[in-house]
């Protein structure tokens, strides 16, 4: 890990993914009323769930417990995803928005690719 990091909320890989939870929020208010307990709310805890993931594996103390959380993290990161192509298919989102988060979701997936490996070499050298 980088000098300086503290705390999860140091993390790039967390600041990106909570731009992309904020932006979810963001598109979701516009979604059909009718969705507030479907579409809506698994998209926002599909994504919220990516920086929770990201937070409880930064503060795990075994490095196989941070893994198992990032990899919970990246597979939420494709849960997303997959709801912003439904979003489009029902044309609850335009094509445009959710084309943009999918995309930041693909920056996402591989700063936390990124954080998979650093901790895993920290794994590797403490041994």
């Not at 993290?73 to 912003?84: H, I, K, L």
Request: some cysteine; glycine content about 4%; proline content about 1%.
């Amino acid at each position: 890990m980088k000098e300086g990091i503290k705390n999860f909320y140091d993390l790039d890989t967390w600041k990106k993914a909570h731009d992309l939870v904020l932006d979810v929020y963001k598109v979701t208010d516009n979604f059909p009323k009718e969705e507030k307990y479907g579409l809506t709310a698994q998209l926002r805890r599909a994504s919220s769930s990516i920086t929770a993931n990201i937070a409880e594996g930064f503060a795990r103390y075994h490095f196989k417990d941070k893994i198992r959380f990032y990899y919970q993290a990246r597979s939420s990161v494709a849960e997303t995803q997959n709801f912003f192509l439904l979003s489009k298919d029902l044309e609850f989102a335009e094509s445009e928005i959710c084309k943009s988060l999918i995309e930041k979701g693909d920056e996402v997936r591989k700063l936390i690719n990124g954080l998979i490996k650093t901790t895993e070499k920290a794994r590797y050298n403490t041994h």
